[in-house]
């Protein structure tokens, strides 16, 4: 009676190698299932608008991730337009791996307080779609839940709003914060 696993032949040793060396990279990634992740990207496919906005002395407009506006001492001038910033982060997921979803760490961040002539301005907040994301501080880590993905690349596309705080002593500005989206993949289950 013939082995299927075990037969005379003379590549015998080298088929038992690689069918060890599958079933060893399997245990590994159901243990650390990011172990062979592929790189991890993220891109801003739109930007943060605020819209058109006049300010006496200070306030702060909201523009939330489900595009929803807030303003809180602004007046809104016409032809503005608002809308959150959308950002696409596609990664590979490591080969073997039985795991759908993904745990990320995102961190967004909006560079320094801008300073247009007379009037100051900076993004104190922001919120995210992603679940898990919430309403959270520039600058601060996030640990965000993508939804199930069992192809070997894949992609989510999330939105991203803010908190604008302007204060204003005289004039007006034409301002433009950019908003950068990083990730880092924290594991996979």
């Known amino acids: ?21 599958w079933i060893a990279m399997a245990l590994l990634c159901s243990i650390a299932p990011d172990c062979m992740a592929g790189p ?15 300010v006496v002395s200070a306030g702060s407009r ?11 001492g602004v007046f809104p001038l016409r032809g503005g337009v608002t809308s959150p910033a959308t950002f696409s982060v596609a990664f590979t997921r490591p080969p073997l791996s039985l795991q759908s979803t993904t745990l990320l760490q995102l961190q967004l ?19 995210t779609d992603l679940p898990g994301g919430g309403s959270f501080s520039p600058g601060s880590l996030v640990s965000v839940t993508l939804p199930p993905c069992l192809s070997a690349q894949c992609t989510q596309n999330f939105k991203v709003g803010g908190r ?10 034409s301002l433009r914060i950019p908003v950068v989206a990083t990730v880092t993949i924290v594991s996979a289950f």
């Open 40 to 54: 991890v990207s993220v891109t801003a496919t739109s930007e943060l608008r605020f819209g058109q906005f006049a």
């Open 62 to 72: 909201t523009v939330s991730a489900s595009g929803i506006v807030t303003d809180n």
């Open 109 to 127: 961040s909006s560079g320094p307080i801008i300073a247009n002539g007379m009037v100051t301005a900076k993004i104190s907040q922001f919120d």
């Open 164 to 173: 604008l705080e302007i204060t204003r002593s005289n004039g007006g500005a």
């Open 1 to 21: 009676m013939k082995s299927v696993l075990f037969n005379e032949s003379a590549d015998c040793p080298r088929r038992l190698f690689d069918i060890l060396a």
